[in-house]
């Protein structure tokens, strides 16, 4: 029998199939005792809905592998951060079209408020150009950016950094 962890590492993001949730870093941990697997899963952010196809995918997987007890976590602590997307994970957006995320903020105490718009330098998939703009804050889900580029106006989706 595959192990769980490696059965639960092919798992895809539903709204980033090219990703694994271990490439977006959401697959936490897969542990297996006394015949029981425990996956703990943490979401991009609070309200994700794609957790619920998560969880199911994940199910769907290792019963399909022969796991019959399975138990499916959700682990809020530490908060995801776009930090633990994978180096493979980050190619595999650029060579589909999105634009990986750059560092994740820092920040220990109060997060201040700011008004305007951030100023962000995101390099276009297609070219590589720094000349982007973002046309829309939130894309086909919350976490992606909608932008473009001004070299070769393609446009391209960004995920955000948290």
Same mark, same amino acid.
């Given at each position: 029998? #595959?192990?769980? @962890?490696? %059965? *639960?590492?092919?798992v895809t993001d539903p709204e980033l199939?090219? /990703?694994? /949730?271990?490439d977006l870093g959401v697959l936490r =941990? %897969?542990?297996?005792?006394?015949?029981? #697997?425990? @996956?703990?899963i943490t979401p991009t952010y609070t309200?994700?809905? *794609?957790?619920?196809?998560?969880?199911?995918?994940?199910? +769907?997987?290792?019963?399909?592998?022969?796991?019959?007890?399975?138990?499916?976590?959700? #682990?809020?602590?530490? *908060?995801?951060?776009?930090?633990?997307?994978?180096?493979?994970?980050?190619?595999?957006?650029?060579?589909?079209?999105? *634009?990986?995320?750059?560092?994740?903020?820092?920040? $220990?105490?109060?997060?201040? /408020?700011? /008004?305007?718009? $951030? %100023?962000?330098? %995101?390099?276009?998939? +297609?070219?590589? $150009?720094?000349?982007? =703009? =973002?046309?829309?804050?939130?894309?086909?889900?919350?976490?992606?950016?909608?932008?473009?580029?001004? $070299?070769?106006?393609?446009?391209?989706? +960004? #995920?955000?950094?948290?």
């Amino acid at each position: 029998m #595959v192990t769980a @962890v490696a %059965v *639960a590492s092919t798992v895809t993001d539903p709204e980033l199939p090219m /990703l694994t /949730l271990a490439d977006l870093g959401v697959l936490r =941990e %897969v542990s297996e005792e006394d015949g029981r #697997v425990t @996956v703990s899963i943490t979401p991009t952010y609070t309200g994700c809905p *794609a957790m619920d196809t998560m969880r199911d995918d994940l199910e +769907h997987a290792l019963r399909d592998a022969g796991y019959t007890e399975i138990e499916i976590r959700t #682990v809020l602590e530490p *908060a995801w951060t776009s930090d633990w997307i994978s180096e493979d994970g980050r190619r595999k957006l650029a060579e589909a079209g999105i *634009a990986p995320p750059g560092s994740a903020p820092r920040r $220990s105490g109060p997060i201040p /408020l700011t /008004l305007g718009p $951030s %100023v962000r330098r %995101v390099a276009c998939p +297609h070219c590589g $150009s720094l000349d982007t =703009e =973002e046309q829309s804050r939130f894309s086909a889900t919350a976490c992606k950016a909608l932008r473009r580029c001004r $070299s070769c106006w393609e446009p391209f989706e +960004h #995920v955000k950094e948290i």
